[in-house]
């Protein structure tokens, strides 16, 4: 079966009492026991509910996994994913990953005495220098965000193996559709199904796949002990948004690659950042990993007033947190995303007062590039 066809037809089959082609919202929180000597499959809704599982099943065969869980946020799976760790345990991660995964790695886990350094991972050997004897677990993010940073997945992994090492991707801004990292070798994917995977702004959620039953079943124990589980109607909306991700991420990458080549002509652009430009360092690398380059861009202006002009007169692009919906989104990397990254250390990473992160929807490009155009 095609990609294109397991999306639909991969986890969530038809109901086989009534034939709804919609899987119904099991909108309970516990199931009557008829055996007390047998329980059923369901108990209570924490531990495993039927919509959830149909979102669950449907995410493993997205990202060619065997097993995944659906959290109440991307920062819940992520969280829930870095609590298999231990006291003493450190970890590598991506530089310019997202604000909230730095905060919660840098201001949370250290209570716990888990220690993170983080390392521009387009270059290899920063992750063998910063190795430790105590390093469990390597935090991937590529693209990475705000920058669109790629790292060659396969040589991380490459170098995890021989340290022994978990590997981690957050596979948010290009969605299995593009990349599916556990058949590069990495251990677990996690995402933010708030964004591509939901794709239409209604939603809060977060996933996390792998095909390792051992890390499975540490999630799992995470999942239910902590309990920061998925709702059933949020899973029938994650599962809604995923029956159209095709065609959302076609079309949605299509238009960013427009805008990226419209913005590196205007003279008021200093740089754009879109690994799909093949100028972009990185664009060989993820064509070599992924199936596209996904719809998410940045780029910088010459002047701080004009970002914040751009931001102020725009009438189509929402000016907003978040990504990967419908919707186009112009957002403020250090006001938003970012924020909770201290001031020098965004400077570091380039994460500048004139950096406009953009997230293409579904829009007529030209509308949208005219938006943008009439105002600097
Ligand atoms: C790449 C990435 N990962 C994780 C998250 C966190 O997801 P959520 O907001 O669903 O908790 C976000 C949110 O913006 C994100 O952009």
Redesign the pocket.
């Known amino acids: 079966m095609k990609y294109a066809t397991r999306i639909l037809h991969s986890g969530c089959e038809v109901d086989p009492d009534v034939g709804a082609l919609s899987t119904p919202v099991y909108q309970a929180s516990t199931f009557q026991q008829h055996d007390v000597d047998n329980l059923g499959k369901y108990q209570y809704s924490r531990s495993g509910n039927p919509t959830r599982e149909a979102l669950e099943n449907t995410l493993a065969a997205l990202e060619n996994g065997t097993h995944a869980y659906a959290f109440s ?4 799976a ?1 969280s829930s994913t870095l609590a298999i760790l231990k006291q003493g345990d450190h970890v590598i991660a991506t530089a310019d990953i ?1 604000g ?2 730095y905060r919660i790695l840098s201001s949370f886990f250290s209570k716990f005495g888990i220690t993170t350094t983080f390392v521009d991972m387009t270059r290899l050997e920063n992750i063998e220098q910063a190795l430790r004897p105590e390093t469990r677990l390597l935090f991937l ?1 590529s693209p990475s ?1 705000p920058l669109l940073r790629i790292t060659d997945l396969t040589g991380a992994v490459e170098i995890a193996r021989r340290h022994n090492l978990i590997t981690v991707i ?1 596979n ?2 290009m969605s299995p559709y593009f990349q599916r990292p556990l058949d590069l070798g990495i251990d677990i994917a996690v995402h ?1 199904a ?2 591509f995977l939901g794709g239409h702004s209604d939603v ?3 996933a996390v796949i792998t095909k390792s039953d051992e890390l499975a079943s540490q999630i799992y124990f995470v999942q239910n002990g902590f309990g920061a589980i998925l709702g059933p109607q949020d899973c029938w909306l994650v599962l809604r948004g995923i029956k159209t991700l095709k065609a959302r991420m076609e079309s949605q990458q299509q238009s960013a690659m427009i805008i990226a080549k419209w913005l590196k002509k205007q003279p008021w652009v200093v740089d754009v950042y879109y690994p799909g430009l093949p100028d972009h360092p990185g664009h060989e690398i993820i064509r070599s990993q992924a199936t596209g380059f996904g719809a998410v861009l940045s780029f910088r202006t010459d002047t701080v007033e004009r970002a914040k002009r751009i931001m102020k007169n725009v009438r189509i692009w929402s000016v907003a ?3 990967g919906g419908v919707e186009s989104i112009l957002s403020y990397p250090v006001m938003m ?1 970012h924020a909770s990254i201290p001031p020098e250390e965004r400077r570091k990473l380039g994460i500048t007062d004139e950096l406009i992160r953009l997230s293409v929807g579904l829009e007529d490009a030209g509308d949208l590039i005219e938006d943008l155009e009439a105002k600097p």
Do not use: P, Q
């Not at 946020?73 to 819940?76: I, Q, W």
């Open positions: 946020s991307g920062m819940a992520i997202y909230g995964s993010e965000n957050d948010t801004f933010s708030t964004k809060i959620g977060g947190v978040s990504l995303s």
